[in-house]
């Protein structure tokens, strides 16, 4: 994997992670979009595919800390 496919990965997870914990618009990753580079499809499908993922992560850990806390 390529040091451009790693780093679009990390910054579109972060941005997406980062989207979710202060509640940015979706106009926000608009511009985001506006001002990354072009990129082939299949890197801009994995780094989607990875911010995906951490997004799932997220949502599966806050759902067992909400599980937790109503069992607790």
């Known amino acids: 994997m390529s040091q451009r496919i790693q780093s ?4 579109l997870s972060a941005g997406a992670v980062e ?12 511009t985001l979009a506006a001002t990354a580079p072009a990129q ?12 995906a993922l951490v997004l ?3 949502a599966a850990w806050t759902y067992a800390l909400l599980v937790l806390a109503l069992t607790a």
């Open 8 to 11: 679009g990965a990390v910054l």
């Open 19 to 30: 989207a979710v914990l202060i509640g940015q618009t979706p106009a926000s990753w608009a």
């Open 56 to 58: 799932i992560a997220v």
């Open 40 to 51: 082939p499809v299949a890197e801009r499908a994995g780094a989607l595919l990875a911010a």
